[in-house]
Protein backbone atom coordinates (compact mmCIF):
# COMPACT_ATOMS: atom_id res chain seq x y z
CA UNK A 1 0.00 0.00 0.00
CA UNK A 2 1.12 3.10 -0.99
CA UNK A 3 2.06 5.60 2.05
CA UNK A 4 2.08 9.23 2.68
CA UNK A 5 4.31 11.38 4.42
CA UNK A 6 3.40 12.18 7.82
CA UNK A 7 2.49 11.23 10.80
CA UNK A 8 1.25 7.29 11.07
CA UNK A 9 -0.37 7.33 14.24
CA UNK A 10 1.69 4.13 14.98
CA UNK A 11 0.00 2.42 18.16
CA UNK A 12 -2.60 4.49 18.87
CA UNK A 13 -5.31 1.38 17.61
CA UNK A 14 -3.11 -0.92 19.82
CA UNK A 15 -3.41 1.84 22.87
CA UNK A 16 -7.23 1.91 21.71
CA UNK A 17 -7.59 -1.95 22.04
CA UNK A 18 -5.61 -1.85 25.50
CA UNK A 19 -7.13 0.69 27.41
CA UNK A 20 -10.06 1.50 25.61
CA UNK A 21 -11.64 5.27 25.97
CA UNK A 22 -10.04 5.71 28.98
CA UNK A 23 -6.85 5.25 27.04
CA UNK A 24 -7.13 9.18 25.46
CA UNK A 25 -9.00 11.09 28.28
CA UNK A 26 -8.56 14.68 28.23
CA UNK A 27 -8.32 17.43 31.05
CA UNK A 28 -11.32 19.47 30.49
CA UNK A 29 -10.33 21.99 31.36
CA UNK A 30 -6.72 21.07 32.05
CA UNK A 31 -5.59 21.03 35.47
CA UNK A 32 -2.61 21.76 36.30
CA UNK A 33 -0.47 19.63 38.48
CA UNK A 34 0.49 20.83 41.69
CA UNK A 35 4.43 20.53 41.81
CA UNK A 36 4.86 21.66 45.58
CA UNK A 37 2.26 19.12 46.70
CA UNK A 38 3.33 15.59 48.74
CA UNK A 39 5.77 15.13 51.61
CA UNK A 40 8.14 17.62 52.08
CA UNK A 41 11.39 15.27 52.31
CA UNK A 42 10.17 13.90 48.56
CA UNK A 43 9.75 16.74 47.59
CA UNK A 44 13.19 17.83 48.43
CA UNK A 45 14.64 14.70 46.97
CA UNK A 46 13.62 15.54 43.49
CA UNK A 47 15.94 15.59 40.98
CA UNK A 48 17.67 18.86 38.92
CA UNK A 49 19.17 18.86 35.81
CA UNK A 50 20.45 21.83 33.74
CA UNK A 51 21.79 22.66 30.27
CA UNK A 52 23.03 25.48 28.84
CA UNK A 53 21.99 26.83 25.30
CA UNK A 54 23.47 28.40 22.62
CA UNK A 55 23.05 30.10 19.22
CA UNK A 56 25.55 29.71 16.96
CA UNK A 57 28.18 30.01 18.79
CA UNK A 58 27.19 32.52 21.07
CA UNK A 59 26.16 31.61 24.81
CA UNK A 60 22.02 32.40 25.84
CA UNK A 61 21.71 31.41 29.11
CA UNK A 62 21.33 28.48 31.86
CA UNK A 63 18.26 26.38 32.52
CA UNK A 64 17.28 24.19 35.55
CA UNK A 65 14.31 22.14 35.19
CA UNK A 66 12.96 20.01 38.01
CA UNK A 67 12.42 16.36 37.78
CA UNK A 68 9.46 14.13 39.21
CA UNK A 69 11.23 11.52 39.94
CA UNK A 70 8.81 9.73 42.56
CA UNK A 71 5.87 9.13 40.03
CA UNK A 72 8.12 8.53 36.83
CA UNK A 73 11.57 7.23 37.91
CA UNK A 74 12.18 5.49 34.63
CA UNK A 75 11.37 8.38 32.36
CA UNK A 76 13.39 10.83 34.81
CA UNK A 77 16.43 8.68 34.60
CA UNK A 78 16.77 8.18 31.56
CA UNK A 79 16.69 12.43 31.05
CA UNK A 80 19.21 12.14 34.09
CA UNK A 81 21.20 9.97 32.16
CA UNK A 82 21.45 11.78 29.24
CA UNK A 83 21.95 14.95 30.90
CA UNK A 84 24.67 13.52 32.88
CA UNK A 85 27.02 11.61 29.51
CA UNK A 86 26.69 8.60 31.50
CA UNK A 87 24.31 6.76 29.42
CA UNK A 88 24.93 3.34 28.13
CA UNK A 89 24.26 3.85 24.62
CA UNK A 90 26.26 6.45 24.72
CA UNK A 91 24.21 8.84 23.37
CA UNK A 92 24.63 12.92 25.61
CA UNK A 93 22.49 15.98 25.72
CA UNK A 94 25.64 17.81 25.72
CA UNK A 95 26.48 18.62 22.02
CA UNK A 96 22.81 17.90 20.82
CA UNK A 97 20.39 20.28 19.02
CA UNK A 98 16.97 22.29 18.87
CA UNK A 99 17.14 20.88 15.26
CA UNK A 100 13.59 19.81 14.38
CA UNK A 101 10.60 22.16 15.90
CA UNK A 102 9.97 25.45 17.26
CA UNK A 103 6.12 25.78 17.40
CA UNK A 104 6.02 29.51 18.67
CA UNK A 105 3.55 29.93 21.57
CA UNK A 106 3.06 26.71 21.99
CA UNK A 107 6.28 24.48 22.34
CA UNK A 108 10.18 23.85 21.71
CA UNK A 109 11.53 20.43 20.63
CA UNK A 110 15.29 19.43 22.09
CA UNK A 111 17.55 16.33 22.25
CA UNK A 112 18.07 15.59 19.13
CA UNK A 113 20.84 13.62 19.05
CA UNK A 114 22.78 11.58 15.89
CA UNK A 115 20.53 8.62 15.81
CA UNK A 116 18.24 7.62 12.75
CA UNK A 117 15.45 9.82 13.50
CA UNK A 118 17.08 12.06 16.05
CA UNK A 119 16.04 10.02 18.88
CA UNK A 120 17.40 7.24 21.18
CA UNK A 121 16.96 6.52 25.02
CA UNK A 122 20.05 6.85 27.42
CA UNK A 123 19.62 2.74 27.64
CA UNK A 124 22.36 0.15 25.79
CA UNK A 125 19.84 -1.50 23.14
CA UNK A 126 17.01 -0.05 23.22
CA UNK A 127 16.39 2.92 21.06
CA UNK A 128 12.80 3.23 22.73
CA UNK A 129 11.33 2.85 26.09
CA UNK A 130 7.55 2.53 27.21
CA UNK A 131 5.02 5.23 28.38
CA UNK A 132 5.25 5.31 31.77
CA UNK A 133 2.54 7.49 32.87
CA UNK A 134 0.42 10.61 31.95
CA UNK A 135 0.52 12.57 35.29
CA UNK A 136 1.46 15.93 34.08
CA UNK A 137 -1.07 18.26 31.88
CA UNK A 138 0.15 20.37 29.57
CA UNK A 139 -1.41 22.94 31.29
CA UNK A 140 0.71 26.07 31.54
CA UNK A 141 4.00 27.52 30.16
CA UNK A 142 7.48 25.24 31.43
CA UNK A 143 6.09 21.77 31.05
CA UNK A 144 9.23 19.85 30.53
CA UNK A 145 7.62 16.63 28.37
CA UNK A 146 8.92 13.66 26.05
CA UNK A 147 8.65 13.85 22.71
CA UNK A 148 7.70 10.52 20.13
CA UNK A 149 6.98 8.88 16.91
CA UNK A 150 3.72 7.14 18.35
CA UNK A 151 2.44 4.96 21.71
CA UNK A 152 5.33 4.12 23.36
CA UNK A 153 8.47 5.64 22.02
CA UNK A 154 9.93 7.56 24.03
CA UNK A 155 13.92 7.96 23.62
CA UNK A 156 15.69 11.55 23.79
CA UNK A 157 13.59 14.28 22.45
CA UNK A 158 11.40 16.68 24.72
CA UNK A 159 9.10 19.22 24.69
CA UNK A 160 9.34 22.50 26.51
CA UNK A 161 5.85 23.98 26.38
CA UNK A 162 5.73 28.08 26.07
CA UNK A 163 1.84 28.07 26.67
CA UNK A 164 -1.00 25.78 27.01
CA UNK A 165 -0.71 22.22 24.75
CA UNK A 166 -3.94 20.04 25.55
CA UNK A 167 -3.03 18.54 22.26
CA UNK A 168 -0.27 16.41 23.74
CA UNK A 169 -2.14 15.11 27.23
CA UNK A 170 -2.37 11.35 26.99
CA UNK A 171 0.23 11.44 24.08
CA UNK A 172 3.32 13.00 25.82
CA UNK A 173 4.32 11.85 29.07
CA UNK A 174 5.31 15.11 31.00
CA UNK A 175 7.59 14.28 33.60
CA UNK A 176 8.89 17.84 35.55
CA UNK A 177 9.46 21.65 34.66
CA UNK A 178 11.27 24.45 33.98
CA UNK A 179 12.54 26.05 37.72
CA UNK A 180 15.16 29.09 36.52
CA UNK A 181 16.15 29.94 33.29
CA UNK A 182 12.48 30.15 31.10
CA UNK A 183 13.07 33.85 29.87
CA UNK A 184 15.67 31.41 28.18
CA UNK A 185 13.39 29.48 26.57
CA UNK A 186 10.91 32.33 25.49
CA UNK A 187 13.87 34.03 23.93
CA UNK A 188 14.75 31.39 21.78
CA UNK A 189 11.88 30.42 20.58
CA UNK A 190 10.96 33.77 19.96
CA UNK A 191 14.50 35.07 18.28
CA UNK A 192 15.50 32.15 15.91
CA UNK A 193 14.66 32.62 12.18
CA UNK A 194 12.33 29.10 11.55
CA UNK A 195 11.24 28.10 7.49
CA UNK A 196 8.13 26.29 8.79
CA UNK A 197 9.25 26.05 12.36
CA UNK A 198 12.70 24.74 11.64
CA UNK A 199 15.13 26.20 13.04
CA UNK A 200 17.73 27.71 10.61
CA UNK A 201 20.06 28.86 12.99
CA UNK A 202 22.17 26.44 14.84
CA UNK A 203 20.51 26.01 18.29
CA UNK A 204 22.19 23.49 20.97
CA UNK A 205 23.14 22.67 24.05
CA UNK A 206 26.66 22.76 25.22
CA UNK A 207 26.59 21.74 28.67
CA UNK A 208 24.44 19.84 30.49
CA UNK A 209 24.39 17.75 33.84
CA UNK A 210 22.62 17.19 36.99
CA UNK A 211 22.54 19.70 39.65
CA UNK A 212 24.11 17.92 42.88
CA UNK A 213 24.93 14.56 42.85
CA UNK A 214 23.10 13.83 45.98
CA UNK A 215 21.28 10.40 44.60
CA UNK A 216 22.04 7.90 42.43
CA UNK A 217 21.94 8.41 38.27
CA UNK A 218 20.85 4.94 37.25
CA UNK A 219 17.11 4.60 37.02
CA UNK A 220 15.13 1.37 37.22
CA UNK A 221 15.50 -0.02 33.64
CA UNK A 222 12.39 -0.47 31.45
CA UNK A 223 11.03 -3.74 31.28
CA UNK A 224 8.15 -3.47 28.77
CA UNK A 225 9.44 -5.74 25.63
CA UNK A 226 7.54 -3.75 23.43
CA UNK A 227 10.28 -0.94 23.13
CA UNK A 228 13.14 -2.56 22.72
CA UNK A 229 15.46 -1.48 20.15
CA UNK A 230 14.12 -3.15 16.28
CA UNK A 231 10.35 -3.70 18.19
CA UNK A 232 9.19 -0.51 16.91
CA UNK A 233 9.85 1.01 12.82
CA UNK A 234 11.44 4.68 12.91
CA UNK A 235 10.66 7.39 13.55
Known amino acids: AKRFKGSSGRGWFEKFQREGNEGFERYKPATAFDFNAGDPEV ?3 RSRCFFEL ?4 ELVGYVEFELVDELLPVTCGNFKLLCSGRASSGFSYEGSTFARHIVKGTAILGGNVPS ?8 KNRRYFADEGFFIPHSEPGILSMANAGVDTNGSQFWITLGKAPHMDGRCVGFGRVVEGFDHIVDLSQTVYTQKGKPVQHVSIVQSGIVGFDQPVLPPAPDDDRTK ?3 VASA
Do not use: K, T, V
Open 43 to 45: LRR
Open 54 to 57: AIES
Open 116 to 123: PGGSHSAF
Open 229 to 231: DGA
